[in-house]
């Protein structure tokens, strides 16, 4: 698919909820939810670069400090549990703008720890340092979940939040 958009990285694509693009109602120059992705080692060190590389592009699309500020905490949590808890060698992450909704999706390559969503307040260790991430997750999201990645090996990690846009 060629590049298009605003930034080098970004691409005109179909929603992952629908079959057919969306018209985009925030930006008129921009007919179609924008995407991008990258891929960095399952390092310790990369979840500062997942952070970097997500508020470049949020920059690049216009995406309010609010909802930039929000991403990256929800990128850094979700980039950190795929380092943290799987046998992966590498991580993906995806980001899309679709119309006022902003969608991160983070992929490990499996093993280690099944991932698991916190069933209230008293499944999460609050002095310790298991469980916080998800939480906090959970908050910041309109909506998230966990599937299999497309070789049923990985977790995809999904977070949905809305997506204010600066006014130029």
Known sequence: ????????????????????????????????????????????????????????????WGVAADSRDNAQLLVSELFTNAVRHTDSEKVSCELWVIGVRLRLEVTDEGGGEPLQRPCGANAVDTEGEN????????????????????HAQGHAVWAELPCDRTVD
């Open 1 to 60: 698919m060629p590049f298009a958009g605003p930034g080098p990285h970004s691409v005109l694509v179909a929603s992952p909820h629908e079959a057919l693009p969306v018209e985009c109602s925030v930006a008129p120059s921009v007919a179609r939810p924008l995407r991008d992705a990258f891929h960095l080692p399952a390092l310790d060190a990369s979840v500062s670069e997942a952070r970097r590389l997500v508020l470049e592009r949020l920059r690049e």
């Open 131 to 150: 469980g916080r991430g998800l939480l906090l997750v959970s908050v910041l999201a309109d909506e998230w979940g966990i599937r299999p990645d497309e």
